[in-house]
Each structure stands twice: as structure tokens, then as C-alpha cells.
């Protein structure tokens, strides 16, 4: 069996008592990628396993590679199938986490009204918890990860898209409708770019998402295909890529401005595949957003990676479960 892999921190004090006390199946829904892993109580992830999404094959086949990932990875963790107690599953909103159903996720072209907490629920006979992935990965973080010791946190997972996700006062914040924390879409030039994720103009997502990044640089010039292209151009001294990863971080100490003066957290956490690049974007955007916030909040805001890396969609699938689910209980299964 392979060793116990991910993090395994504070346990932090922003969930109330689960149900559950044994190790959950975390799935990950994403616009480019599928994931899925086990995780324990203790946020230790006991397997990792991700596939591209081809996610405009459309939800049938699309879920059923996902189920399928989900069973490789309880196979390829050291946890008994008997032992694992429920599902949790996180994917970009809008959605009904009541409801386990998928409304129509930008990223997701075509999916509409998907049930994709029942589907699970009849694939895996276990209960079922469908939560917006930028939320959960706030609670991962929040429950075991580097927000554990605070109170007050955000969440930004910059990735194909730029999702968020918010803890007031140690609770998670969901909005009435539970979509709310939608912070790529906070708008940083309403003249600007249009976004590709809700189709106005200027939203954060428009210019510090992987997928823009990459955009950004093809129309400069550059012939790459990923924004890690682009950092690593940016490290190497090429001016496009530089001028390009520039405006990146220009853009998003911008946008993170605006949200740490209006919610004044301790922490900002983030993660998703552009963060891979470390302090060559959290360094200068941490220093921009200290200078350019309100006082004192921002002198009391630190911004960090997330502690789980590559794995935060699994674990924050779980930690939802462990959390009491979005917007109420768990789905039973039946």
C-alpha cells in the first residue's frame, strides 16, 4: 500500500461535530482535470488520483470516469471500501448543494440540471455531499491546512477559472442562495476583458486565470500553451512573458485589495494550478496588497499557498462531510 500522503495540521476549530469518524471519498470536478482521494478525520490524504475532465463529452461519461477514478482511489489507498463512510464532491458553482445538483457550472459547457449527488449516491451506496469546489478547499484549508488557527479567511483557487471561498468568524460563508464567494468575478476593469466564466467584462477571472494568462501571452506574440509557460518565460527574462506575468500579478493584487478591504481576514490562501508558481506571484502580490490596502487591514492580512497543494479539491471535497455538508445535512443515500 502506498504511504499516507498530503497534510496533516491543526484541526483548527471552524467545524462543528460530524457524524462521521472514518475516512470519506473526496471527488473533484474541474474544467480541465478530475480528481479523487481519501481522506481521513485528520486530513491526511491516503491517495491521489486525476485524469483530464473532457468534460464536453457531457456529464454521462464524464461522471462515469469520475466514479471510476473515485474506485481507483479507495484501491490505490491503504482504507477498505467498508471503511469508507460517505462522499463528498466539489465542483464550480452555480449549483444546489441542497439539492446535490449541478445548475450550470461555466466550466462545464452543456451541463444543466445534472443530479450528480444521486448518480454518485447510486454509484457508491453512500451518502453524498455536493459543495461549490472554491468553498470546500476553504474548509480543507480552513479545518487542517494553513487557515487552522484563524478565525477569519479567504480562499482563491486560481486555476482554469478563479473561484473563492470565505470563513467569517470561523464559519464558512455561503450567501442565501449558498453560491455566494464568487471573488473571480469581483471586477477589477469594467471596461476590460470579457470573462469567459459569466460574460461580463473586467471580472478578475478575465485576466489571473490559468486560461487567461495563456490567452494573454498568445495574443503578445508568445507561442506557449499554459500559463506555467508564461512564468517560466517570466523567470527566464523573456519581456513578453514578463510583461505578461506582470500584468498578472498587477491584476490580481488588485482584485485581492478590494476583497481583503472588505472582509478584513487574517489570511489569504491561494491555491489552484497558476499558484504552483510560489513567490514568484504570491511575493509581489502580497507587497502590492500590503501597500494599496485600507489600514489596518491590510498590515494584518497575510497572504500564503495553500498547504495542500495539488490536493485541496480532494480534501476539500472531504472536509465538507466532515464540516456537516452545504446548506444542511449530508445527503443519505437510499
Known sequence: MPA?????AGTGDGGARSQFERPVLGLDIGGTKLAAGVVDPGGVVHSFVVVPSRAEEGPEPTLERLFELGRRAVADSNVAWEDVEAVGIGCGGPLDARRGVLIAPPHL???RDVPVAALADRAFDRPVTLENDATAAAAAEHRWGAG?????MVYLTISTGVGGGVVIDGSLYRGSMGNGGELGHVT???HG???RGCGRRGCLEAYVSGTSIAERAQEAGLEITGADEVAAGARAGDPIATAVWDETIEALACGLTSIVNLFEPELVVLG???SRSGEQLIGPVREAVRASTM?????????VASAFGDHVGVAG???IVYDGAALGDVQPNG
Do not use: F, Q
Request: charged share 20%; with cysteine.
Open 295 to 303: 489600514k489596518p487591514a491590510g498590515e494584518g492580512a497575510d497572504i
Open 193 to 195: 476583458r470579457p470573462c
Open 148 to 152: 487552522a488557527a484563524v478565525r477569519n
Open 317 to 319: 471535497a472531504a472536509a
Open 4 to 8: 499516507s500522503v498530503g497534510v496533516l
Open 272 to 274: 489552484g494550478g497558476v
Open 109 to 111: 459547457p452543456g451541463w
Open 188 to 190: 477589477i476593469d469594467w
